[in-house]
Each structure stands twice: as structure tokens, then as C-alpha cells.
């Protein structure tokens, strides 16, 4: 029996990963790190501070260390995200749907908590039991720790909950919790094969139905 859906935030709930494009790129660029949006597509979904380090292995920088330009990163992406969250279509809804099944909400973000509150804001931070950190893990996704954590703070087992994740790495850190994990990958990679082992695939939070509910 379902019993609590676990969502992913950026890129899911909030359309921000435009925004860490342009962070990451303006940020990054400072430090000569030539970064591209193509370059940028390996690291989505991870932990800003992995994102940082593999950077800085390939492109050695000084003046800044790792945690001090991680703070530049998430300082500027709260600013973005408190002045525009882009609440993605179908957000809103399918949160409203889960709350009416009187099903229990929990976050699982690589974000940082400062940023996770500042997103969730746009949709009620009460409205969300738990929220859980990849920060506060050895391991950040595609590990799977983020979500078993997220069990264990929900007191679940992995057969009463689904995950909806939109990234890759996200993916499988969802799916090799044991969890049902449903994937709504951006539109250039929807026809990724990563996915192709999702209990539901979407194009948007917009096509979640009561037929899908009852499949679950």
C-alpha cells in the first residue's frame, strides 16, 4: 500500500536547472573552467560540492576553495529561485492529488536545505513531512543514500513509497533504493535509455492520473 511519494525537487517541482546552468557557467567561467551546457548535462542531479570538486580536479583554480565556491553557486541560485521559483506544470497538481489520497510528501534533494526551502516555499513548506539533504550523506546521487535516508526518517519500508525523479543520476540513485521510481526526464532525454527501467515514465507531472494511482 502506498503510503508516501517522495519527490525530487529541481528540475521536478521547480524549473530551476536553467538557472544552474547560467550560475555554474557565469561561476565557473570566472575561475577558468570552460564550461558548456553540454559539459553541464554530465553533472545534473548531483551534489553541488561533487559538481565543485570534479571541476577542480579538471581545472585546478586558486584564491577560492571548494566549500567557498559552492557557497557562491548556492547564494546565487537562492536569489534566483526566491525571485522566480518557475513552478514546473503539473506541480502544484499532482501535490494537491497526493494530499487528497491523505498520502504522506517528503523532499530528497541534492540541493543543499537552504536551497530545498527556498524552492518549496512556492508550494507551502509545511505541506512536506520530511526533507532530506544528499549533503548530509558520504555519498551523494546516483548513490542510493539520499532516499534510504529518506525511508528511514519516514519510517517506511521501500515497497510503501514512490519516487518521481527527473534527472539520470536521480534515477538511479531512486531505483537502486528499491524504490518504485518514476521518471519525467526533460524532453532532450526522454528517450534516454537510463530510464527505460522506470515502474512510469512521463512527460510531464501533468500526465499523472487516477488510473496511474491505482496502478501504484
Known sequence: MLKAVIFDMDGLLIDSEPYWEEVEIEVFGRLGVPMTLELKQDTVGIRTKDIV???HEQYPWDYYSVDEVVDQIIQEMCRKVEADPRVLPG?????????KKNIR???????PYKLIYTGIKAFGVDRFEVLHSGVDEEFGKP????????LKKLNLNAEECVVFEDSVNGFKAGYTSGIRTIAVP???NYNNTSFDKAYLKLRSLKEFSEAHFQSL
Do not use: G, M, N
Not at 91 to 99: G, L, P
Not at 143 to 150: G, V
Open 53 to 55: 570538486k570534479h571541476w
Open 105 to 111: 510528501l517528503a523532499i530528497a534533494s541534492s540541493s
Open 186 to 188: 526533460e524532453e532532450h
Open 91 to 99: 506541480a502544484r497538481d499532482v501535490i494537491d492529488f497526493f494530499e
Open 143 to 150: 548513490d542510493p543514500a539520499t532516499y534510504l535516508s529518506t
